[in-house]
Structures are given as structure tokens and as C-alpha cells.
């Protein structure tokens, strides 16, 4: 963190005296007015909830240029890590800060294979659940659980139990989205297969059954870790940022990443694909592309509390580079498997047309995100709807990791505290029952 040039002088229409806060440059983006000492020096708080004006940590992981539609892990543009590596390269650069060269790269693959088996005794704890629970309920339940399973690495301030936690996190996520998904329809876990990629290994948990050979198709296989590199990080967002704040308590990375899986849940943030898709075959029951305009309608009415899933974002105020790459994997996808005529693929091209076109979205900046598309994709691959959201947290492990790891680190990390603008009921004494 740099020092800037110039100062921020804050003053008062009252009189008070003004205050100087120091600003800081990071390496690009919007400088940051340092204001912790504020409250000390005024008196006062300051008021943005939402965080629309707050940067809450510095950090050297993910950049995104809202306006240019720019996503960077560790400086790499997202395009050429989508086309150019794997995820678990992708894994290594978050956490690390580098791509790994020939040797890392076979070494951190096979760190990461040896751990992707899970204590045999998770499967019962697993059992404890309705067959018909949301797999999310089952892996907020599972990935916190694992604090009960791994004591050795739960240490948050021992960087060597740091790292092994990530190391397990990363190869046990796939395995536990996996059996939550065998236990929901009623089939056996299968063990991980060592000598298959990553995304490869997933799809065999997934999709095999001990009864014969799973064949990966390298289509689906390239597909499904395009899914995991385009998810991986996306800096400070809610469930990161939940992440980090759990954390700050000194909790154990088991305990924070489950907290981060219980945020990304909600249907504003990775439960948009799964929306998003229950959406679009809402619209398709009820006519199709004939029904578009209808819907609309409603999207642009603010009364009827309809949303567009899949639109809009905080931060990109242009096309999310990620939805770009989806749509390109979703074509290819849909020819591998020979669905070109896939009707929720042209609906969601036909609303996506009209949207680009449309004033409410282009006066507001709303362009489609990573989830318009990838609820197609995925379920095109077999994944049911439902587990959309465990796919996400799978993918986004690595860097709630990273992110959580570089907070500890980081000399001027605190328990996160937040204070309010109190607005409830000023001192009063209870009255005697009788008189309430
Ligand atoms: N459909 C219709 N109107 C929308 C939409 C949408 N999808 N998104 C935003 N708006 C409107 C919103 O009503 C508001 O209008 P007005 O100014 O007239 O009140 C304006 O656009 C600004 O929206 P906002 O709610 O202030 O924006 P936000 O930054 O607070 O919300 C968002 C961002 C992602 C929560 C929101 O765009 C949304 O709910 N989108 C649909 C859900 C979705 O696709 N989420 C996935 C996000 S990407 C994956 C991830 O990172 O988790």
C-alpha cells in the first residue's frame, strides 16, 4: 500500500474543525481514503452499508475493472487463463501468487490428488440427512464438519496447518458436492480415481456407478473446469467477504469456508444460476420465446418484484467477461452432446437480445453475468438444478483460501467489527406487566 500524493481533507458545515486522512494508491484502480482514525478524531462513524464505497481490506488476488469488463487473477486476464491452463494451475497462481512451472505444476497436482479421498466416517455423518435436503444445507453441513474430522490442520495462525487445509479443501470439495449428489438420488459414493484429472475425477463421482467403466468425455471434462477457472475467485464479494470476516476471529479455515458456502447460497449471489435457470423454465412452460415480451414487462415493473436472473452486478457495469467465455463453452457444449437446438439456449439468447437493447437495462448498465449461461451448461452436463450452487462453492474454495490465507498474513489484519447508526429505542425502564 503506497502513500499518495495528496491528502483528503474532510470539513465540517458546523464549524468543527477539519480533519486530513491519508490516501493510499494500490497498483490500479480507485485510491482509498484511510479513515480509521476518524471516529477518534471526530467522533463520528462513517455510513455505507452495502460496502458501495468501501474497500474493507487491501489485497494483491483478483482485479475487476467494472466499467471495462476486466477480470484478473494475480494480473492474467481471465480470457487467457480460461484458454490456457487448468484449474488447479488456476488454484496454484490464487494461492500461491504464480503459475507453477513444469515441476510445481506435476508436484501440485499430486499434493492436491493424495488428499481428494474424505474420512470414511463422513459418509455417515452424511446419512444423518434428509435424501431430499438441498445439497447446499448438506455441504454448509459438510465442509463445516470437517473441522471435526481434520484437528491436525485447524490451527489458523500455524501457516503449515494454513496450507494443508487449503491443500485439503481444494481436493475435497469435488468428492463432498459428489456424494451430496449420490445421497440425493439414492446411488453409491464412488471414491475418487487418482489418475484422472480434476473436472475428469468430478464427472466420474458424479456420473459413474460402480457397476461399469465411466468414460470422461473430454468435452464435458474441458467444460467443467472452464466452470471452476471462471469461478475460482471474484475478489471481495459477499461470500468472500464472509470468509474473511469469520475468519478474523482467529476460527478455524474448515469453520470460515462453511460460512462462506452458507452465504453464497442465497439467490442473489450463487444461487442466481440455479434462479436463473428455474426461470427460464418458468418462461419455456409457459410458451417460450412467444412469452419473452410478456416477461419483460414484469421484469421492468417495479411492483411485481421480478428480476431478470442472471443480470446485473455491482461491479460490472459491462459485459461480465465471464458470461462471454460461458456462452462459448455452452455452443460447444450443446454441439458436443447434440442439443444446437436446445430451447432454454434460445431463450436465453432471445431475452439476453432484448435486454442488450432494451433502455431500463441499457440506462442502468445491467449486462448478463457468469450465471445467464452456466445453468445451461450444466445442465446439459447432467448436473441437476439444485447443485448448481455446490458447483460454484466448489470452484470458489481456492479463493475464499487464498483470500482468508492472505488476510492472516497481512500485519494489519483485525477482528472485523463493524459499528451502525443506532436507530431503535433510546434508554427506557421496563414497566411492571400490568402497565405494558
Ligand atoms: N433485473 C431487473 N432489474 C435489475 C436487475 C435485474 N437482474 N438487477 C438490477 N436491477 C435494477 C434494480 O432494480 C435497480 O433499479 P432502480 O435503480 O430503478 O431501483 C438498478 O437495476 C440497480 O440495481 P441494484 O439492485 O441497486 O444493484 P446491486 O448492485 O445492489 O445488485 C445484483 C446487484 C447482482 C444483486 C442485482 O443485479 C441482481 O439481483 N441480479 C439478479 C441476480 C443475479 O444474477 N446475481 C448474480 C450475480 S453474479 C454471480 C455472483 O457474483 O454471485
Same mark, same amino acid.
Given at each position: 500500500?503506497?502513500?499518495?500524493?495528496?491528502?483528503?481533507?474532510?470539513?465540517?458545515?458546523?464549524?468543527?474543525?477539519?480533519?486530513?486522512?491519508?490516501?493510499?494508491?494500490?497498483?490500479?484502480?480507485?485510491?482509498?481514503?484511510?479513515?480509521?482514525?476518524?471516529?477518534?478524531?471526530?467522533?463520528?462513524?462513517?455510513?455505507?452499508?452495502?460496502?458501495?464505497?468501501?474497500?474493507?481490506?487491501?489485497?494483491?488476488?483478483?482485479?475487476?475493472?467494472?466499467?471495462?469488463?476486466?477480470?484478473?487473477?494475480?494480473?492474467?486476464?481471465?480470457?487467457?487463463?480460461?484458454?490456457?491452463?487448468?484449474?488447479?494451475?488456476?488454484?496454484?497462481?490464487?494461492?500461491?501468487?504464480?503459475?507453477?512451472?513444469?515441476?510445481?505444476?506435476?508436484?501440485?497436482?499430486?499434493?492436491?490428488?493424495?488428499?481428494?479421498?474424505?474420512?470414511?466416517?463422513?459418509?455417515?455423518?452424511?446419512?444423518?440427512?434428509?435424501?431430499?435436503?438441498?445439497?447446499?444445507?448438506?455441504?454448509?453441513?459438510?465442509?463445516?464438519?470437517?473441522?471435526?474430522?481434520?484437528?491436525?490442520?485447524?490451527?489458523?495462525?500455524?501457516?503449515?496447518?494454513?496450507?494443508?487445509?487449503?491443500?485439503?479443501?481444494?481436493?475435497?470439495?469435488?468428492?463432498?458436492?459428489?456424494?451430496?449428489?449420490?445421497?440425493?438420488?439414492?446411488?453409491?459414493?464412488?471414491?475418487?480415481?487418482?489418475?484422472?484429472?480434476?473436472?475428469?475425477?468430478?464427472?466420474?463421482?458424479?456420473?459413474?456407478?460402480?457397476?461399469?467403466?465411466?468414460?470422461?468425455?473430454?468435452?464435458?471434462?474441458?467444460?467443467?473446469?472452464?466452470?471452476?477457472?471462471?469461478?475460482?475467485?471474484?475478489?471481495?464479494?459477499?461470500?468472500?467477504?464472509?470468509?474473511?470476516?469469520?475468519?478474523?476471529?482467529?476460527?478455524?479455515?474448515?469453520?470460515?469456508?462453511?460460512?462462506?458456502?452458507?452465504?453464497?447460497?442465497?439467490?442473489?449471489?450463487?444461487?442466481?444460476?440455479?434462479?436463473?435457470?428455474?426461470?427460464?423454465?418458468?418462461?419455456?412452460?409457459?410458451?417460450?420465446?412467444?412469452?419473452?415480451?410478456?416477461?419483460?414487462?414484469?421484469? *421492468?415493473?417495479?411492483?411485481?418484484?421480478?428480476?431478470?436472473? &442472471?443480470?446485473?452486478? =455491482?461491479?460490472? %457495469?459491462?459485459? @461480465?467477461? /465471464?458470461?462471454?467465455?460461458?456462452?462459448?463453452?455452452?455452443?460447444?457444449?450443446?454441439?458436443?452432446?447434440?442439443?444446437?437446438?436446445?430451447?432454454?439456449?434460445?431463450?436465453?439468447?432471445?431475452?439476453?437480445?432484448?435486454?442488450?437493447?432494451?433502455?431500463?437495462?441499457?440506462?442502468?448498465?445491467?449486462?448478463?453475468?457468469?450465471?445467464?449461461?452456466?445453468?445451461?451448461?450444466?445442465?446439459?452436463?447432467?448436473?441437476?438444478?439444485?447443485?448448481?450452487?455446490?458447483?460454484?462453492?466448489?470452484?470458489?474454495?481456492?479463493?475464499?483460501?487464498?483470500?482468508?490465507?492472505?488476510?492472516?498474513?497481512?500485519?494489519?489484519? *483485525?477482528?472485523?467489527?463493524?459499528?451502525?447508526?443506532?436507530? &431503535?429505542?433510546?434508554? =427506557?425502564?421496563? %414497566?411492571?406487566? @400490568?402497565? /405494558?
Amino acid at each position: 500500500m503506497k502513500l499518495a500524493d495528496n491528502k483528503a481533507t474532510l470539513s465540517f458545515s458546523n464549524g468543527s474543525p477539519s480533519v486530513e486522512m491519508p490516501v493510499y494508491q494500490g497498483n490500479i484502480g480507485p485510491d482509498v481514503i484511510d479513515i480509521r482514525k476518524l471516529y477518534a478524531q471526530t467522533g463520528m462513524f462513517t455510513y455505507d452499508p452495502g460496502f458501495l464505497s468501501t474497500a474493507s481490506c487491501q489485497s494483491g488476488i483478483t482485479y475487476i475493472d467494472g466499467d471495462k469488463g476486466e477480470l484478473l487473477y494475480r494480473g492474467y486476464p481471465i480470457e487467457q487463463l480460461a484458454t490456457n491452463v487448468d484449474y488447479l494451475d488456476t488454484c496454484h497462481l490464487l494461492l500461491k501468487g504464480e503459475l507453477p512451472n513444469a515441476t510445481e505444476r506435476v508436484d501440485f497436482h499430486k499434493l492436491v490428488t493424495n488428499h481428494t479421498m474424505v474420512n470414511e466416517q463422513m459418509q455417515f455423518f452424511l446419512r444423518g440427512f434428509r435424501r431430499d435436503a438441498h445439497p447446499m444445507a448438506v455441504l454448509t453441513g459438510l465442509v463445516g464438519a470437517l473441522s471435526a474430522f481434520y484437528h491436525d490442520s485447524t490451527d489458523i495462525n500455524n501457516p503449515e496447518h494454513r496450507e494443508i487445509a487449503a491443500i485439503r479443501l481444494i481436493a475435497k470439495m469435488p468428492t463432498l458436492v459428489a456424494m451430496a449428489y449420490k445421497y440425493g438420488v439414492g446411488q453409491p459414493f464412488m471414491y475418487p480415481q487418482n489418475d484422472l484429472s480434476y473436472s475428469g475425477n468430478f464427472l466420474r463421482m458424479m456420473f459413474g456407478t460402480p457397476c461399469e467403466e465411466y468414460k470422461v468425455n473430454s468435452v464435458i471434462e474441458r467444460a467443467m473446469d472452464r466452470i471452476f477457472i471462471l469461478h475460482a475467485d471474484h475478489e471481495q464479494n459477499a461470500s468472500t467477504s464472509t470468509v474473511r470476516l469469520c475468519g478474523s476471529s482467529g476460527t478455524n479455515p474448515f469453520a470460515a469456508i462453511a460460512a462462506g458456502v452458507a452465504c453464497l447460497w442465497g439467490p442473489a449471489h450463487g444461487g442466481a444460476n440455479e434462479a436463473c435457470l428455474n426461470m427460464l423454465e418458468d418462461i419455456q412452460r409457459q410458451g417460450g420465446v412467444s412469452k419473452v415480451g410478456q416477461f419483460m414487462e414484469q421484469v *421492468k415493473d417495479k411492483n411485481s418484484g421480478v428480476k431478470l436472473m &442472471g443480470f446485473g452486478h =455491482r461491479v460490472y %457495469k459491462n459485459y @461480465d467477461p /465471464r458470461a462471454k467465455l460461458m456462452q462459448e463453452t455452452c455452443n460447444e457444449v450443446l454441439e458436443a452432446l447434440g442439443l444446437e437446438n436446445d430451447p432454454l439456449f434460445k431463450l436465453a439468447k432471445q431475452l439476453e437480445k432484448i435486454a442488450l437493447e432494451d433502455d431500463y437495462f441499457v440506462q442502468r448498465k445491467l449486462y448478463p453475468n457468469v450465471d445467464f449461461y452456466s445453468g445451461i451448461v450444466q445442465r446439459a452436463i447432467g448436473i441437476p438444478v439444485n447443485l448448481f450452487t455446490g458447483i460454484f462453492a466448489l470452484a470458489r474454495t481456492v479463493g475464499w483460501i487464498a483470500q482468508l490465507n492472505e488476510m492472516i498474513g497481512d500485519p494489519e489484519y *483485525k477482528i472485523g467489527r463493524p459499528r451502525q447508526l443506532f436507530t &431503535g429505542s433510546v434508554k =427506557r425502564d421496563v %414497566k411492571p406487566l @400490568d402497565q /405494558r
